[in-house]
Nanobody
C-alpha cells in the first residue's frame, strides 16, 4: 500500500514562500505519477501541478511561474516550492499518486492514493 504524507504548510504573508513536501512510502515513487491538488472552502479540488513517470512536470495557469516541482529520488520525496504566494493560494494542499496506466475514474486526475493534506494560509 502506497502511503503519502504532506508537510510544510503554514501561514505566510502575501509574497512569501513555502516548500511543501510529499513523502512517499510503499513504492518506488518514480513508477508513479504524482499530482498536487488544492481545495479551498466551497471550491472543487483543483490540480496545481503534476509530475509524470517520465519526470516531466506541468502546472496550472494560475500557478505557473510561481510553483515548482522537484524530487529527491533517494528519499522518495516530492517537493512543491511555492513562491510569491497570494491570498487566493489559501487552501488545503494534497499530493496524490497513481501508476501511469492505472486510473480511479471517480477521483480527480484518476489518482487513487491520497495524502491527508497540509494547510496553506496566505495573509495580506
Amino acid at each position: 500500500q502506497v502511503q503519502l504524507v504532506e508537510s510544510g504548510g503554514g501561514s505566510v504573508q502575501s509574497g512569501g514562500s513555502l516548500r511543501l513536501s510529499c513523502a512517499v512510502s510503499g513504492a518506488t515513487f518514480t513508477d508513479y505519477a504524482i499530482g498536487w491538488y488544492r481545495q479551498a472552502p466551497g471550491k472543487e479540488r483543483e490540480e496545481v501541478a503534476h509530475l509524470e513517470t517520465d519526470g516531466s512536470t506541468s502546472y496550472s495557469e494560475s500557478v505557473k511561474g510561481r510553483f515548482t516541482l522537484t524530487q529527491d529520488n533517494d528519499k522518495n520525496v516530492v517537493y512543491l516550492q511555492i513562491d510569491n504566494l497570494k491570498p487566493e493560494d489559501t487552501a488545503m494542499y494534497y499530493c496524490a499518486a497513481r501508476r501511469g496506466n492505472e486510473y480511479e475514474t471517480s477521483q480527480p486526475g484518476g489518482y487513487y492514493f491520497w495524502g491527508q493534506g497540509t494547510q496553506v494560509t496566505v495573509t495580506s
